[in-house]
């Protein structure tokens, strides 16, 4: 087991070995009874069989469920019960007979197969295509096959959030008889010299989980390890080739078989199956060279059927029903296994929002036991469709437990929000009626754009963006903040228009629908990128009709321990990467092709979709990170919604290595394991905070605003003054600081929520109103009756003095066009340009912006600026001038030289003589530019600059500076 802080290792990193399972969590895949809800039902049946006129002629049954019912009711029954089986680690299991030498694994009528392992195993439940097989190959065994992988798990590492239990416990729940293990894929990028620790790793753990008793069979489990697939050259010159990672992989895959010989247990040698598929298959199977397609894993299932069994299914035809009840079945077991809320259900705040009876805890816990009974429910009728029956219209779930419904803490003499001013009012007020409650600076003006009562659809809106068509997009989440099972997933992306340009929308279009608490989304690459914890989805119209046809679970692997700390603010950066934050308690596992990256407890990551690398921009204890804006400069702000502190994202956005993070924030000393009286230095400020929380930030970049208020930092506030507070922006020493003015916007409604801001096509600035009477994740039970789940309003403000931006034409331009639309001043018009440009051809873009540089007017005064948008589109393409990049190092201008920096900080294994490039940078006369070499040598190897580094301190420093300089020297020097 990896080095890790006492504190992060005790309350979230599990050993394969350890048990420790929250003593009232419901068991998995089982079905479970309340006592009362039997005894009632027996009582009844009694009643139901035995008419009035006949209750004396049935005497015994009717006195015996009146026996039972008072019992029942006189007993502490409140826990869901099980059957008499409970894992104990201290009992072992005698050993499955292992297999004669090379046989394939031999199924039993009723075994319940567990996959474990990394997203090669945890991707299979969302493409069902093996599943299918293999209930069509042994229809008549009637197996149970829970999936309990995790994107990013290891042998010696697989993170949990607080209380989730063993990998043992939840092996037990599910009764394991047969367990696939899914090792070695991530392991792999640690080459040759690290395979015999893996084997090592996984030797141990196959040892001890052959003994585990899982069941109440006394046999422990039949285990088979499945070698990694191979990883895919896909031609894509953004991609690796994939050469030296199979070289890592095939070794692994060796290591992993004679893991299996010296055991006795099982090996899937699927490894060389999928390389040949690879090198002789011209259509495209991975997401990424090393992530399967739903092509791929189509094309793995008769692979890994083959490997396991000796009989691939692959001249089955596929039954249709079969994979649907198959689909079905995972999506409840999902939703039970990957519970969102997760830190609210088994976590300590699971203790929060009691109605006096019943808190988090006990609602969700329930609802976690009728989405076992249900799952159950699936296994049973997806056997009976695998025999030949027809599928049902409808499973029956009437055999389920009730739901617990709280009564609600809103309202009377002793509610707390209402006292501290955080409750709004439950008499909603028609939006006519809202207008008149805003409080506008001076020359200013609001109206409605969109409001649910025009647009039903309208409901908990969240997040905004607009296409290169000047539409907006907003994303919905009436299920906020849990989905409740026999419910339907109502949650939406929506398009919005205003046709006739009066400025309030008059078509509202379902881009798509079913989603699940889509904390943001950002458009690009000719879709739409929406968060959906633990993954983010990539939808696509593919036929012009505004409508996604395809979706894609393109990341996977962020944390679900909090749907309010979801993955959100999402931001194009200028360089091509999207940028988006998750909150606290939140553990994440990334795979890439690169490799794995792990992030605890909140950060900014980056992904750049053309190279599909992944990383953490801004590993930090954020609170909640909901509001990320670049300037025009390429300068970045974060605001984190919880804490309400505002930060330049430069001092928090160096290197580190996990589980270090820089110091600072909300959470840093609780994830760090630093006792509360321990001084511990913490990042420079943006601004000085009055108010909390924050949800949304902005830069006045419009010339619909006053010429004063360019450049000014905005963001929402949405509980006490449920405001638009505005800061004015100013650089001093090495960064950035801001000071509150005047307010934008106030509101007396207490309902209106502000929770995004941005400016839209024709220089107004839009603001997403949740509009809910209640505000907050904790203070209230998850499933509080008075959430509004109907409520949703978009507001325009304007300033009345000046006219508004004429939007130019983005969609269908020409590229030489759109790069003539990077001189206009408007930030967010360039930031759409740069998007568009984004998702056109490469070759063809940059054979068009050689020119546009080539043609660059040098007396411009704009120039350098021109010059800098010239080398972002270079960078969203992924493709190195380093000619352009040296002349804006030189640049005249101090912030097109740190802009430089930040890109010399992704290049620079590219870059003849990056080092010294980077040298010059720490000596330069701006401190800004300084600050910035500064954070770019925490990314360079160590030996490169650890003296160089240094020579910042031979000019003038200051507390960012310090604090940055601080940071990478830990890079240097191996302790962060």
């Known amino acids: 087991m990896r080095s890790l802080s006492p504190g992060l290792y005790k309350r979230y990193v599990v050993e394969p070995n350890s048990v420790n399972p929250p003593t009232n969590n419901l068991q998995n895949g089982l079905q479970v009874v309340d006592s009362r809800h039997l005894l009632w039902n027996t009582l009844s049946l009694c009643l139901a069989k035995t008419s009035l006129r006949n209750i004396m002629a049935d005497k015994f049954s009717f006195a015996f469920a009146l026996v039972l019912l008072t019992i029942g009711l006189t007993t502490n029954l409140s826990h869901a019960q099980t059957d008499d089986f409970q894992f104990d680690a201290t009992i072992k299991a005698t050993p499955a007979v292992p297999p004669p030498s090379d046989s394939a694994l031999d199924l039993e009528v009723g075994d319940h197969i567990c996959l474990i392992g990394n997203a090669l195993g945890e991707r299979m439940q969302h493409r069902n295509h093996w599943e299918t097989l293999l209930h069509q190959l042994h229809a008549d065994k009637e197996l149970t096959v829970r999936n309990l992988c995790f994107p990013g798990d290891t042998v010696d590492l697989r993170l949990r959030s607080l209380n989730f239990g063993s990998p043992d416990i939840h092996l037990a729940r599910s009764r394991a008889s047969v367990i696939l293990m899914f090792f070695g894929s991530n392991e792999a990028f640690n080459g040759k010299a690290g395979v015999d620790q893996f084997g090592e790793e996984l030797d141990e753990l196959v040892q001890d989980t052959k003994t585990k008793m899982y069941n109440s069979?006394?046999?422990?489990?039949?285990?088979?390890?499945?070698?990694?697939?191979?990883?895919?050259?896909?031609?894509?010159?953004?991609?690796p080739d994939g050469v030296e990672q199979n070289n890592n992989l095939r070794l692994y895959t060796a290591k992993i078989e004679s893991v299996a010989r010296k055991n006795g247990v099982g090996f899937a040698n699927i490894f060389e199956p999928t390389k040949a598929l690879f090198e002789n298959n011209e259509t495209r199977l991975t997401l990424d060279g090393m992530q399967l397609n739903d092509d791929g894993y189509q094309?793995?299932?008769?692979?890994?059927?083959?490997?396991?069994?000796?009989?691939?299914?692959?001249?089955?035809?596929?039954?249709?029903?079969?994979?649907?009840?198959?689909?079905?079945?995972?999506?409840?077991?999902?939703?039970?296994?990957?519970?969102?809320?997760?830190?609210?259900?088994?976590?300590?705040?699971?203790?929060?929002?009691s109605d006096g009876t019943y808190n988090n805890e006990d609602v969700m816990e329930r609802e976690r036991a009728i989405l076992d009974q249900m799952t159950v429910n699936r296994d049973q009728h997806l056997w009976a469709v695998a025999q030949g029956a027809e599928a049902a219209d409808k499973i029956d779930d009437s055999n389920t437990l009730p739901f617990i419904n709280p009564k609600t803490n809103v309202g009377g003499p002793d509610d707390k929000q209402a006292k501290a001013g955080k409750l709004g009012s439950l008499e909603y007020s028609p939006a006519e009626v809202q207008v008149s409650k805003f409080k506008l600076a001076e020359g200013f003006e609001i109206n409605i754009f969109a409001t649910e009562e025009d647009f039903p659809e309208l409901a908990n809106p969240v997040a905004l963006n607009f296409d290169s068509k000047g539409r907006m997009w907003v994303s919905t989440m009436p299920s906020y903040p849990h989905w409740k099972p026999k419910t339907k997933l109502e949650d939406k992306l929506l398009i919005l228009t205003d046709t006739n340009?009066?400025?309030?929308?008059?078509?509202?279009?379902?881009?798509?629908?079913?989603?699940?608490?889509?904390?943001?989304?950002?458009?690009?690459?000719?879709?739409?990128?929406?968060?959906?914890?633990?993954?983010?989805?990539?939808?696509?119209?593919?036929?012009?009709?505004?409508?996604?046809?395809?979706?894609?679970?393109?990341?996977?692997?962020?944390?679900?321990?909090?749907?309010?700390?979801?993955?959100?603010?999402?931001?194009?950066?200028?360089?091509?990467?999207?940028?988006?934050?998750?909150?606290?308690?939140?553990?994440?596992?990334?795979?890439?092709?690169?490799?794995?990256?792990?992030?605890?407890?909140?950060?900014?990551?980056?992904?750049?979709?053309?190279?599909?690398?992944?990383?953490?921009?801004?590993?930090?204890?954020?609170?909640?990170?909901?509001?990320?804006?670049?300037?025009?400069?390429?300068?970045?702000?974060?605001?984190?919604?919880?804490?309400?502190?505002?930060?330049?994202?430069?001092?928090?956005?160096?290197?580190?290595?996990?589980?270090?993070?820089?110091?600072?924030?909300?959470?840093?000393?609780?994830?760090?394991?630093?006792?509360?009286?321990?001084?511990?230095?913490?990042?420079?400020?943006?601004?000085?905070?009055?108010?909390?929380?924050?949800?949304?930030?902005?830069?006045?970049?419009?010339?619909?605003?006053?010429?004063?208020?360019?450049?000014?930092?905005?963001?929402?506030?949405?509980?006490?003054?449920?405001?638009?507070?505005?800061?004015?922006?100013?650089?001093?020493?090495?960064?950035?600081?801001?000071?509150?003015?005047?307010?934008?916007?106030?509101?007396?409604?207490?309902?209106?929520?502000?929770?995004?801001?941005?400016?839209?096509?024709?220089?107004?600035?839009?603001?997403?109103?949740?509009?809910?009477?209640?505000?907050?994740?904790?203070?209230?039970?998850?499933?509080?009756?008075?959430?509004d789940h109907s409520h949703g309003r978009i507001w325009r403000i304007t300033y009345k003095g000046r006219p508004l931006v004429q939007p130019p034409k983005i969609d269908g331009a020409p590229i030489a066009d759109l790069l003539e639309l990077l001189k206009l001043p408007e930030d967010r018009t360039r930031y759409r340009v740069r998007r568009e440009l984004a998702a056109r051809n490469t070759e063809a873009v940059i054979a068009e912006?050689?020119?546009?540089?080539?043609?660059?007017?040098?007396?411009?005064?704009?120039?350098?600026?021109?010059?800098?948008?010239?080398?972002?589109?270079?960078?969203?393409?992924?493709?190195?001038?380093?000619?352009?990049?040296?002349?804006?190092?030189?640049?005249?201008?101090?912030?097109?030289?740190?802009?430089?920096?930040?890109?010399?900080?992704?290049?620079?294994?590219?870059?003849?003589?990056?080092?010294?490039?980077?040298?010059?940078?720490?000596?330069?006369?701006?401190?800004?530019?300084?600050?910035?070499?500064?954070?770019?040598?925490?990314?360079y190897p160590p030996e490169e600059v650890a003296e160089s580094v240094l020579n910042v301190l031979e000019q003038e420093t200051d507390e960012q500076l310090e604090y940055l300089l601080d940071e990478t020297m830990k890079v240097i020097e191996g302790t962060n």
């Open 501 to 787: 340009s009066d400025g309030r929308a008059d078509e509202c279009k379902v881009f798509a629908d079913g989603l699940y608490v889509p904390t943001g989304f950002e458009l690009g690459q000719g879709g739409a990128f929406v968060a959906q914890q633990p993954d983010i989805l990539f939808l696509k119209d593919t036929d012009g009709d505004d409508v996604a046809d395809t979706r894609v679970r393109q990341l996977v692997g962020m944390g679900t321990a909090d749907s309010h700390h979801g993955i959100a603010a999402f931001e194009w950066g200028p360089g091509g990467g999207l940028y988006f934050g998750e909150g606290t308690f939140k553990y994440s596992q990334v795979e890439s092709p690169y490799g794995l990256t792990r992030c605890n407890e909140a950060g900014i990551w980056r992904y750049h979709p053309k190279t599909h690398e992944t990383e953490v921009h801004a590993n930090y204890a954020f609170a909640n990170p909901w509001g990320h804006v670049f300037d025009k400069w390429g300068q970045n702000f974060i605001a984190d919604a919880s804490g309400g502190q505002h930060y330049w994202s430069t001092l928090i956005s160096g290197k580190t290595t996990f589980p270090a993070k820089h110091p600072g924030g909300n959470h840093y000393k609780r994830t760090m394991d630093i006792g509360k009286k321990e001084k511990v230095p913490d990042a420079p400020k943006l601004l000085k905070k009055r108010i909390r929380p924050t949800s949304g930030c902005e830069i006045v970049s419009s010339s619909n605003f006053p010429p004063e208020m360019q450049g000014n930092y905005l963001f929402n506030n949405v509980i006490s003054e449920r405001a638009i507070l505005n800061h004015k922006m100013a650089e001093e020493g090495s960064g950035f600081f801001a000071t509150e003015t005047e307010p934008l916007l106030q509101c007396d409604d207490g309902n209106f929520r502000p929770v995004d801001i941005q400016f839209g096509p024709d220089g107004a600035l839009y603001i997403v109103d949740w509009h809910n009477a209640l505000i907050g994740h904790l203070q209230h039970n998850l499933r509080e009756p008075n959430r």
């Open 299 to 353: 094309a793995l299932a008769p692979i890994l059927n083959k490997a396991l069994f000796g009989k691939s299914g692959k001249d089955l035809k596929v039954n249709p029903q079969l994979k649907t009840a198959i689909q079905d079945k995972n999506f409840h077991w999902w939703h039970r296994y990957r519970a969102v809320n997760g830190f609210s259900i088994y976590g300590t705040r699971g203790q929060a929002g």
């Open 849 to 939: 912006l050689k020119k546009w540089l080539d043609g660059a007017n040098a007396s411009d005064p704009n120039l350098e600026h021109q010059l800098m948008e010239g080398l972002w589109v270079y960078q969203t393409h992924n493709v190195v001038d380093q000619t352009l990049l040296e002349r804006m190092l030189n640049s005249k201008d101090y912030h097109a030289r740190a802009a430089a920096v930040r890109v010399l900080s992704f290049w620079h294994p590219r870059v003849n003589n990056a080092t010294a490039l980077l040298e010059t940078a720490i000596g330069d006369k701006s401190a800004l530019v300084r600050a910035e070499a500064v954070r770019a040598a925490s990314f």
């Open 217 to 239: 069979s006394g046999i422990g489990p039949k285990i088979v390890l499945v070698s990694p697939s191979a990883f895919e050259n896909t031609g894509d010159v953004n991609l």
